[in-house]
């Protein structure tokens, strides 16, 4: 689990920015100068079939003449056009259909159709960089009235055509060479946009996954940081009231001090190898050796802080060595850390009273385990951060378990945790006792040192 939190910080780091800036669009250079070469070939070209066909030779520009200059000038103007049109498709489009209309009026001639060269060009690029789609349809159809226009200008001029048949020609022309290139660029523009949503939606995944893994990252910190609270407090209460115990037999009885500084010495190298495995987990190489606590270890658990000098009452079930009582691996653990952050509790929060831990034998599927203290005799030092009880709620959850908890009539304090277990009573046992008490009972007080 902690190994994927560091996945999780790594993909957290090198995921991308939601929202890139916004670039200009890119020019087309490349296409202007195909455009024009292609343009001017073909005008080289017609002029060269031309030379056998009379009658075309008379409708075409003089090559080096003025006539010809202007057709080159207008289809370089064009080129130009080209490579801007894909950054201001909507202003830049109609200009380059109208720039034939000045070419129909000053030289009308047959090579006029080389214009549609940078015309369908212009079209595409346009269609393709996405202008809103109303803009893009009010251009579209202002280039195609100009190109029309201009074609029908230009045969009206040259004289060969009556009027309906030129116009007939020119709007045909304009259905071509507009419908052509934009039926094109749409389908481009359609592919280009199902590609940008596909990356947004990848985005927006990403960011998704990132705050979820931002809030695993979180949720263990904060698992992390009360694990550590229950470690710490549960061992340095401990170690807090040998030392206190060792203060008042330095001088009346130095046998007990050493006694009592070799259990602070124990007490310290627990916390240290509980912190270590905790520590541990970070690790791939973490040692597993160590066992889980259990229900097994209440007793020990017990056992140790009777040593720190607390009274401690310890009810097991009647002839159980092992009251695990069917309970799972984790489930005991859950209790185990019950009991160990609840009699903590007890000597930070109620010094001096007596301590009782009670496990029952399950019954109706559930297992109840009590920890609770009598009167304090010392006074109560303040309220603590709050995580343990928090901590220790969280953990019975986690198992399906219950856990309450409040003062009792006498003063003292009670919590009670109640988890799902299998029931291994008898109805020919249930009237009998069923329990058994082991009280543990600390040392008789130690005289205070001398005056």
């Known amino acids: ?43 080289v070209a017609l002029q060269a079939f031309a030379a056998t066909e009379p009658e075309l030779d008379r409708l075409l520009p003089r090559p080096a003449g003025a006539a010809w200059w202007t057709m080159a000038a207008v289809l370089a103007l064009q080129a130009v056009a080209v490579a801007w049109v894909g950054r201001f498709p909507v202003r830049v489009l109609p200009g380059i259909a109208a720039a034939p209309l000045v070419l ?30 109303r803009r893009l349809w009010v251009t579209v159809a202002a280039t195609a009235l100009l190109l029309a226009s201009a074609q029908f200008l ?12 030129a116009a007939i020609g020119a709007l045909l022309q304009a259905l ?15 592919q280009r946009d199902a590609h940008d949503a596909r990356g947004q939606e990848v985005q927006a995944l990403r960011r998704e996954q990132d705050a979820l893994l931002q809030a695993a990252v979180s949720r263990q910190r904060v698992a992390m940081s009360r694990e550590l609270h229950d470690i710490a407090a549960h061992h340095m ?19 007990a001090a050493k006694r009592s500084a070799r259990q602070v010495r124990e007490q310290s190298r627990a916390v240290l190898d509980d912190l270590r495995r905790l520590v541990g987990l970070l690790r791939e190489d973490a040692d597993a050796r160590r ?19 607390s009274e401690i009452d310890l009810v097991l079930p009647a002839g159980s060595t092992a009251p695990d009582a069917g309970l799972g691996s984790l489930a005991q653990l859950v209790a185990y850390r019950m009991v160990q952050e609840s009699l903590a509790n007890a000597a930070a ?23 609770r203290n009598g009167t304090p005799e ?5 309220p603590g951060g709050g995580f343990g009880l928090v901590g220790m709620a969280e953990r019975a959850q986690l198992v399906g378990g219950e856990l309450a908890h409040g003062a009792t009539p006498d003063g003292g304090w009670e919590v009670r945790l109640t988890l799902p277990a299998e029931d291994t009573t008898s109805d020919t046992t249930s009237d009998t006792t069923s329990s058994t008490i082991t009280t543990m009972r600390a040392p008789a007080p130690l005289p205070e040192a001398p005056a």
Request: overall charge neutral.
């Open 1 to 43: 689990m902690v190994h994927g939190v560091a996945r999780c910080r790594m993909m957290t780091i090198v995921s991308r920015p939601a929202h890139a800036p916004l670039r200009p669009a890119p020019l087309h250079p490349g296409t202007a100068i195909v455009c024009w070469l292609v343009a001017i070939g073909l005008l």
């Open 104 to 133: 129909a009026w000053l030289v009308p001639n047959a090579a006029f159709g080389l214009t549609v060269v940078a015309e369908m060009a212009g079209v595409f690029l346009a269609v393709i960089a996405r202008p809103t789609r």
């Open 154 to 165: 230009n045969e009206v001029r040259i004289g060969e055509s009556d009027v309906g048949t």
């Open 176 to 190: 071509i060479v507009i419908g052509l290139p934009l039926l094109l660029g749409l389908v481009v523009a359609a």
């Open 237 to 255: 209460s401990g170690i807090a009231l040998m030392a206190g115990a060792m203060d008042r037999q330095i001088d009346s009885d130095p046998a």
């Open 291 to 309: 066992p889980v606590e259990t229900l097994d270890a209440v007793s020990a658990l017990v056992e140790t802080r009777r040593a720190a000098g």
């Open 349 to 371: 929060h109620a010094p001096g009273a007596r301590c009782a831990v009670e496990i029952g034998e399950p019954h109706g599927g559930r297992l109840t385990i009590v920890v």
């Open 378 to 382: 010392g006074p109560d030092p303040g």
